[in-house]
C-alpha cells in the first residue's frame, strides 16, 4: 500500500524560510515521480515542483530559484526547500506519487496518491 505523509509546514514571516518533507512507504522513489501541489481557500490545487525517477527536478516558472527539491537522508523522503516565502505562498501543500512510466506533470488528474496535506501560512 502507497503511502505520503507530508510534514514540516508552520507559519514564518515574509522573506522566512521552510523546510517540507515528503515521506513515502510502499513503493521507492527512486522509480516514481512525485510533484509537490498547492491549495489556497476557493483555488485550484496546482502543482509547482516535481522530481523524475533519475532525480531532474522541475519547477513553475514562477518559482524557480526559490524552491529546491532533494532527496532526505532518511529513506524515502523528498525535501522541498522554500525560501524567500511569501504571504501568496500561504495554502495547504500536498505531495503527490506517480507510479513507473511516468513523467513531469502539473496535473493533478495524473497522481495516484496523495497525502493528508501540510499548512503554510505566511504573514506579511
Known amino acids: 500500500q502507497v503511502q505520503l505523509v507530508e510534514s514540516g509546514g508552520g507559519s514564518v514571516q515574509a522573506g522566512g524560510s521552510l523546510r517540507l518533507s515528503c515521506e513515502v512507504s510502499?513503493?521507492?522513489?527512486?522509480?516514481?515521480?512525485i510533484t509537490w501541489f498547492r491549495q489556497s481557500p476557493g483555488k485550484e490545487r496546482e502543482g509547482f515542483a516535481g522530481?523524475?525517477?533519475?532525480?531532474?527536478?522541475f519547477y513553475h516558472d514562477s518559482d524557480k530559484g526559490r524552491f529546491t527539491l532533494s532527496r532526505g537522508t532518511a529513506n524515502n523522503t523528498l525535501i522541498l526547500q522554500m525560501r524567500s516565502l511569501k504571504p501568496d505562498d500561504t495554502a495547504m501543500y500536498y505531495c503527490?506519487?506517480?507510479?513507473?512510466?511516468?513523467?513531469?506533470?502539473?496535473?493533478?488528474?495524473?497522481?495516484?496518491?496523495w497525502g493528508q496535506g501540510t499548512q503554510v501560512t505566511v504573514s506579511s
Open positions: 503527490a506519487l506517480q507510479r513507473a512510466w511516468c513523467g513531469a506533470s502539473f496535473h493533478k488528474g495524473d497522481f495516484q496518491y
Open positions: 522530481r523524475l525517477p533519475g532525480g531532474n527536478t
Open positions: 510502499g513503493y521507492p522513489i527512486s522509480s516514481s515521480c
